[in-house]
Nanobody
Framework: QVQLVESGGGLVQAGGSLRLSCAAS????????MGWFRQAPGKEREFVGA????????LYADSVKGRFTTSRDNAKNTVYLQMNSLKPEDTAVYYC?????????????????WGQGTQVTVSS
């Protein structure tokens, strides 16, 4: 069984930065891609970014490209999402997820395990 625990969310002004962390338990972390998703009130969950199993390849949604960066430390079983130049429209609950693949994937059905989510609120 895998457990994912996100941290680092909070309230920030537009233009600010936050770094989310996602700590994983279980042996599959280092052999699986990891993804980040978000869900705003009244909206569907959307893909934000993903990193492959060794941290060599990343993929981002167009809405965050150039502002967000995801990385991982397999020695610490942790994946990160660095969010810069935050905008009010980035406000959402952010989730990390563990993929059933080694390569990056964007669809939620390719992810087997999900964290509980962390709230990010960006004020204008």
């Amino acid at each position: 069984q895998v457990q994912l625990v996100e941290s680092g969310g909070g309230l920030v002004q537009a233009g600010g930065s936050l770094r989310l962390s996602c700590a994983a338990s279980g042996r599959t972390f280092s052999s699986s891609a990891m993804g980040w998703f978000r869900q705003a009130p009244g909206k569907e969950r959307e893909f934000v970014g993903a990193v492959d199993w060794v941290g060599a390849v990343t993929l981002y949604a167009d809405s965050v490209k150039g502002r967000f960066t995801t990385s991982r430390d397999n020695a610490k079983n942790t994946v990160y999402l660095q969010m810069n130049s935050l905008k009010p429209e980035d406000t959402a609950v952010y989730y990390c997820a563990l993929a059933r693949t080694r390569g990056v994937v964007t669809k939620g059905y390719n992810y087997d395990y999900w964290g509980q989510g962390t709230q990010v609120t960006v004020s204008s």
